[in-house]
């Protein structure tokens, strides 16, 4: 274990313990469901968006401590930005995820979500830390489009 890694280690269980924007909001907000069933990971988002703003979210999570931390660690990326920011945020994570050796320069503008990286040695945890990525990328689907949001399952 390298000092990086202990304080990856660190920050995803601090995410874990005490996930950020937990819970709820009430309608009209945007609900999207998303699942992982090969690790049983499983959320639900709620999105409020305003002036091209990601106004407020809040996420319900059940599912491994990877799930959850990315979760909050995403929530904590997101949380107030221009949907356009937001976009290459996600962009930039998932880049990050799956260049397959090391991570690509701008992983380092993601903050503490770098400490995800970590997870690139276990490549079946990968869509447990990508769940919540891909839920947000249904949501501002919908949030453009006006239309529903599908529920989110990685396979
Ligand atoms: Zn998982």
């Known amino acids: 274990m390298s000092v990086a890694d202990d304080l990856y280690r ?17 309608p009209p907000a945007l609900k999207v ?8 990971d499983e959320l639900v988002m709620y999105l409020e968006v305003k002036d091209n703003h990601l106004a407020d979210l809040r996420i319900k999570t059940q599912g491994c401590s990877i799930s959850c931390a990315s979760t909050s660690m995403m929530a904590e990326a997101v949380k107030g930005k221009e949907l356009t920011e937001i ?13 397959k050796n090391g991570a690509p320069e ?10 995800l990286q970590g997870v690139k040695k276990y490549p079946v945890r990968i869509k447990c830390a990508l769940l919540p990525w891909n839920t ?3 949501a501002l689907k919908a949030v453009r489009s006006h239309k529903p949001a599908e529920k989110v399952i990685m396979e």
């Open 106 to 115: 701008s992983a380092e503008e993601l903050g503490d979500l770098e400490a």
């Open 10 to 26: 660190e920050i995803i269980l601090d995410h874990y313990r005490n996930p950020r924007y937990k819970g709820e909001l009430p």
């Open 33 to 40: 469901e998303g699942a992982n069933p090969l690790c049983g």
């Open 87 to 99: 976009d290459k945020i996600i962009e930039q994570f998932k880049e990050m995820m799956l260049q």
């Open 136 to 138: 947000l990328i249904e």
